[in-house]
């Protein structure tokens, strides 16, 4: 798992600072997706707090990039095992990059468009739909807002 959600972080990541310039507190006061789905931040106390698009993604990235280099949670030596909350950090994970994904894909497909990185963003969804699908790390009714498009991309990644 920590193999795939690694390079996943990194590809949204670069994404996401690409079109930066873009997703603004004044252009994304909020953090949606499509059909009108709000986003709040839960901080690390689970106090729920309504921020801008570009602040959401910027405490999701910190939090992942946080994650991910911390030896107790993703560890690195061969000795190290780990944690047995793992597939739970992974599920948060997850969910969170999906909520990226879905507001880039709502609010920002026309400067990716312009930007030529859609195919890039396909791609990266890509490996998301398979990689949840293999481990079950997002609830559908969190992903049924972008079910047309994963079902359209499965169509077009799987072997004939």
């Known amino acids: 798992m920590a193999t795939q959600v690694i390079p996943l972080f990194e590809n949204v990541n ?3 600072c690409t079109v ?13 997706g499509p059909g009108m789905r709000l986003y709040p931040w839960y901080d690390e106390k689970g106090k729920k707090a309504k921020v801008s698009a570009p602040q959401y993604i910027d405490y999701v990235m910190t939090f992942i990039q946080n994650t991910i280099h911390d030896e107790t949670m993703f560890p690195t030596k061969a000795a190290s095992s780990f944690p047995s909350s793992f597939a739970i950090i992974v599920k948060k994970i997850c969910e969170l990059l999906f909520h990226v994904m879905a507001h880039l894909y709502e609010n920002h497909f ?7 990185l859609h195919a890039h963003l396909n791609c990266v969804f890509a ?11 997002v609830k559908k009714h969190e992903t049924e807002i972008l079910q047309d ?5 499965k169509q077009n990644v799987s072997p004939r």
């Open 149 to 153: 498009l994963a079902v359209a991309i």
């Open 20 to 32: 930066s310039e873009f997703c603004t507190s004044s252009s994304c006061p909020d953090m949606n």
């Open 14 to 16: 670069e994404i996401c």
């Open 110 to 116: 026309k400067e990716i468009v312009l930007l030529s």
């Open 127 to 137: 490996h998301f739909v398979i990689f949840n699908e293999n481990f079950q790390l």
